[in-house]
């Protein structure tokens, strides 16, 4: 090939790469918004430094990536075009970490398109660890928050106890007699565990050991973040009687923050340390593993081109119809038309049978989080002046960010405890005359009990779960181009000396004379 050939064919490769960037940028362009977004907030600011660290992790393969020849293969195909029908199902359904991985998967893809799969083995260990810049799902990050909440609370009250002081711990409130410290979610400790998390995966990779002494090393930073956090805890609870509330806040909350990740830090360089000296003999499973070159072209490779040939345009010209035929789709076809209530939830009647119930108006920066289209909260009494409180939140069409939340994903994040939780059938039918299944538990929090109901009106059905709720979104948005729906909550407290189950009956009696009452505020299963 003469030098002009190959210098317009680099031309042509490069273009396509930038062509390629651009589209995946430009549709993907509100879930990197948002993630940045993310990133803002101090559980995930981390996430600004893993691109960096993955150029240089990718720059200390260069050499070994400029003497591999390149091999392109269709294979990649497969990834490529799992990350477009991936992109579609969060897109459709509302979900930001499927996007996420659609996005993983369109790079991982676009890689093995054109470099071809010796080359992706060099730099995978780069690739998996971008997965690690990703936020994970609202429902996980909610409940893993509460569990370390709660562990650390109860980790620290056992080191106050060591320390010789009184200390009571009731959910995650600690009771230290002359004061209460009611630990957080900036304190559950998930602040320092995604990056430490992150930073043992690094440690692990650059860690000539075995397998078996890296793998012990990334486990261990959940328990060593739990210790420290907990340790932090109870430093405050142990300085607290002699500088007040100042060792809980400003400066000394901050500075022992950061002490508390380098002590984490600390503690895995010393494990590193000591496994090298307990168990030497494993050392010799730790010589680096070579990538053999020799080995044959992966499937798909053999299309005219030679191993070490440079990417011909026919599978950029693949990728980049597969990015700009999804764009052009997304962006002409609404998939989600704006289904109105039959009337504003405004008008349900404050008096329903023997109930009598007083409306209340939730917080402006709650209704700039939950983007509803409409809502009801109100507060209904019997005769007995027993009181269900009644949650009505309706989206006229569902998108990312603006979409029903589960109660238990979005209560243990204020610290209630779900107990007993499963379903139940409401003593309802719903429209084709079969029972109303729906969700229902009892929750705790520092020592106050309620039984609660919930469920998700969407379209004519009723659904009990978050998968349920994406999965028909995505297929309604589809099929029907409407992802409307509605998420009911009904609490009740369990008072006193009364049984569970005079509040289920309570529960029971006002849902038998609400939900006729809703239905007919809500769009049903074809909507004209």
Not at 174 to 193: K, N, P, W
Not at 440 to 457: C, H, M, N, S, V
């Amino acid at each position: 090939m003469s030098p002009r050939a190959s210098h317009a064919g680099s031309m042509v490769f490069v273009g396509a790469i930038g062509i390629s960037l651009l589209l995946t940028f430009l549709l993907f362009r509100p879930a990197l918004a948002y993630l940045v977004g993310m990133w803002g907030r101090e559980d995930f600011s981390y996430g600004y430094f893993i691109l960096p660290i993955v150029f240089y992790l990718v720059l200390e393969k260069r050499e070994a990536l400029l003497t591999t020849p390149s091999a392109p293969s269709w294979a990649g195909l497969v990834p490529f075009a799992a990350g477009i029908a991936l992109y579609w199902l969060g897109e459709l359904g509302g979900e930001f970490t499927t996007l996420f991985l659609a996005l993983w998967l369109i790079v991982v893809g676009f890689c093995w398109l054109h470099l071809g799969w010796r080359k992706l083995k060099i730099i995978s260990f780069p690739l998996a660890f971008l997965l690690v810049m990703f936020p994970p799902p609202n429902l996980l990050y909610g409940n893993l928050s509460l569990r370390l909440k709660l562990v650390s609370s109860w980790l620290g009250v056992q080191m106050i106890q060591l320390f010789g002081l009184s200390a009571h711990r009731e959910g995650n409130i600690i009771d230290l007699g002359f004061t209460q410290l009611e630990v957080m979610d900036a304190c559950s400790g998930l602040r320092y565990l995604f990056p430490l998390v992150a930073l043992s995966i690094l440690l692990a990779y650059h860690y000539r050991a075995a397998f078996w002494k890296r793998a012990v090393l990334v486990v261990s930073s959940i328990p060593i973040t739990i210790f420290t956090n907990a340790l932090r805890i109870a430093s405050v609870g142990f300085l607290y009687q002699f500088f007040g509330s100042k060792v809980a806040e400003g400066f000394f909350h901050d500075f022992s923050g950061w002490l508390i990740f380098m002590a984490s830090l600390a503690f895995l360089l010393l494990e590193m340390w000591a496994l090298g000296r307990l168990f030497p003999g494993w050392e010799k499973a730790a010589a680096p593993v070579l990538l053999d070159t020799r080995d044959p072209p992966p499937l798909g490779a053999g299309t005219g081109e030679g191993a070490g040939a440079r990417p011909g345009p026919t599978r950029s010209v693949v990728a980049i119809l597969l990015l700009l035929a999804t764009l052009v789709v997304v962006r002409t076809v609404d998939f989600r038309e704006r289904i109105p209530l039959a009337r504003p939830l405004g008008q349900v009647p404050m008096t329903i049978g023997v109930w009598s119930g007083v409306r209340s108006a939730m917080e402006q920066r709650f209704l700039d989080t939950l983007k509803l289209s409409d809502y009801l909260l109100a507060d209904y009494r019997n005769p007995q002046g027993k009181t269900v409180n009644a949650y009505v939140a309706y989206n006229e069409s569902q998108r990312k960010g603006e979409s029903s939340h589960s109660p238990d994903s979005c209560l243990p994040g204020s610290g209630w405890v779900f107990e007993d939780s499963g379903t139940v059938a409401l003593p309802v039918r719903d429209s084709d005359g079969n029972p109303t299944v729906i969700r229902r538990a009892f929750i705790r929090k520092d020592g106050e009990r309620q039984l609660t109901y919930y469920w998700f009106p969407q379209r004519g059905r009723v659904l009990t779960s978050m998968f349920q709720l994406k999965a028909y979104a995505f297929w309604d948005a589809l099929t029907r181009q409407r992802t409307d729906g509605a998420l009911v909550r009904l609490i009740t407290p369990v008072y006193g000396t009364e049984q569970p189950w005079d509040a289920e009956a309570r529960l029971q009696r006002f849902a038998l004379e609400f939900v006729p009452v809703l239905t007919g505020f809500l769009p049903g299963k074809e909507h004209r």
